[in-house]
């Protein structure tokens, strides 16, 4: 079937089940730090990178918290679960003849370490992370990034994100943007910051596909 067009996914509290354990290992790397944020503060901020996200906290980058953050993380990467129905999705949009590329704020490794965690190498025709950008999301370089690296145009590619950081990177990107609650964002929060449309999580998604707005890209 002719390529339609291009579906970029996030993959931390998309794709896998991560976003507490990440807000876990950032809480701990502040306390190693001499610093201080509440648990719930942490996780409003899951979904930008470290660059947007200690500033937002702490009023200021730091590379060895962002160092002990991927130490703690390291710790808790074991714990990581696939979403039900993420692995099936992705490989029903790629037979349908859609390209699907992978955009995250996350390091090289801890991507490669997810694809293999889904089991979802053959199913994704590129990927684009943290490592590849000067500026992680919210800014919009890691959606821009991966649809030049795609070949995609914004008319024809959508984002699947899980936070209200992925919906403001893909706006200010030009790119429509579809949200999922899996990541601890309300469907209010989604729909507030520009999602087109919300659903529970990635399984929630697969099974409304064909009324979902991806269905638009291959019809």
Not at 92 to 97: D, I, K, M, P, R
Not at 115 to 142: C, M, N, Q, W, Y
Not at 196 to 216: C, F, G, M, Q
Request: proline share 3%.
């Amino acid at each position: 079937m002719m390529i339609r067009g291009l579906v970029l996914f996030d993959v931390d509290g998309t794709l896998v089940d991560s976003n507490y354990l990440h807000t876990i290992a950032w809480s701990r790397a502040l306390h190693s730090a001499g610093e201080w944020a509440p648990m719930n503060a942490v996780h409003r901020l899951i979904g930008m990178g470290s660059d947007s996200l200690l500033p937002a906290l702490i009023g200021r980058d730091d590379s060895t918290i962002s160092d002990a953050w991927r130490a703690e993380y390291e710790k808790l990467i074991g714990e990581v679960t696939a979403f039900p129905g993420a692995a099936d999705l992705l490989s029903q949009l790629h037979e349908s003849g859609l390209t699907i590329g992978l955009a995250t704020s996350a390091p090289a490794t801890h991507l490669e370490r997810m694809i293999d965690l889904l089991g979802v190498e053959a199913s994704i025709d590129f990927s684009t992370h943290a490592d590849d950008v000067a500026r992680a999301k919210p800014d919009p370089e890691i959606f821009l990034t991966a649809m030049a690296r795609g070949g995609g145009d914004a008319h024809a590619t959508l984002v699947v994100g899980d936070s209200t950081w992925d919906v403001v990177a893909a706006n200010a990107a030009r790119i429509r943007c579809i949200a999922l609650e899996s990541g601890g964002f309300s469907r209010a929060e989604l729909r507030e910051a520009g999602a087109i449309e919300v659903y529970e999580d990635v399984d929630s998604l697969r099974e409304n596909l064909r009324t979902s707005p991806l269905a638009k890209l291959f019809e």
